[in-house]
């Protein structure tokens, strides 16, 4: 490994590790650099096992084993070894989980090259909290997704936390951005891209026409795409305006809906289910 050891906080060799609790900073840095934050070695391994290539580890003394074991086909990877104390000045939290990993963040993927051979895909529209599209992507790899695809405007799968939370399964399950609903300057709209892939797609509303959950797996279409929305103000009209049926999960004790990841886990295991 090439392992250069440094006690300066302000050394410009930890520049991709600077102000990472600052959310704002790290929106405009991660994807204009085309960086994103790996943290643990869990997440590591599942990103280096998705064919991502780690531009630099940050790492306490303690952890070199686990380093060394995971970039063992990487030996020209700059590993950072930092005292505690200059992980925390640098980051600006307490890097609990032993190291970080810069990133090289790899292309977008074509949503139809996405989309090939799925059966159930999960779109998450205008979710801004990263700890929810980490949750929401944990359940799509635990409960079978093919796929999640996330709106223009949806978090970042890939910043620290979303990753973090996801336990690496942003990794795992194959994902892309959508464009907007509808057809722009002669492009194909994310309604269109679905349904030209033989997609329903599926609304998770609260809605005068919505069936329930129990109903809609009952006669569950052949390929699924579930529409969830964002925390404050659900599902924007225009994709419920290309949703071709709305679907909402029946709830007890006063409460109208549940949170977003969660409701995502109850609709893709009722959709699993429906499979046997």
């Not at 799509?140 to 695809?149: M, P, R, Y």
């Not at 699924?224 to 290309?242: C, T």
């Amino acid at each position: 490994m090439l392992l250069e050891r440094i006690d300066d906080p302000g050394d410009a060799r930890l520049a991709d590790y600077r102000d990472l609790t600052d959310v704002a900073l790290r929106r405009v840095l991660e994807p204009e650099g085309g960086l994103y934050m790996a943290e643990s070695a869990k997440v590591l391994g599942r990103a280096l096992a998705a064919g991502h290539e780690p531009r630099s580890v940050l790492t306490a003394e303690k952890w070199l084993p686990d380093v060394e074991r995971l970039l063992a086909a990487l030996p020209d990877v700059p590993v950072y070894v930092v005292p505690d104390a200059v992980a925390e000045a640098v980051t600006g939290y307490t890097v609990h989980r032993g190291m970080l990993a810069a990133m090289h963040r790899p292309a977008d993927r074509p949503v139809a090259e996405v989309l090939a051979g799925a059966r159930r895909v999960l779109v998450l529209e205008d979710i801004v909290d990263h700890t929810n599209v980490g949750a929401a992507f944990r359940a799509a790899a635990g409960l079978g997704a093919d796929a999640v695809l996330v709106t223009p405007r949806c978090a970042d799968p890939l910043y620290r936390r979303s990753v973090r939370v996801s336990m690496g399964t942003v990794f795992q399950v194959p994902w892309t951005r959508l464009p907007e609903w509808r057809d722009r300057g002669g492009e194909p709209g994310a309604t269109e891209l679905l349904h030209d892939a033989g997609f329903t797609i599926a609304a998770l509303a609260l809605a005068d026409d919505a069936v329930s959950l129990e109903a809609f797996v009952d006669d569950v279409p052949e390929r699924v795409a579930l529409v969830m929305g964002s925390e404050g103000d659900g599902l924007s009209r225009q994709a419920l305006a290309a949703a071709d049926r709305v679907v909402t999960i029946p709830m007890a004790g006063g409460v109208d809906s549940l949170n977003v990841a969660s409701a995502a886990a109850v609709a893709l295991w009722a959709l699993r289910y429906a499979q046997r």
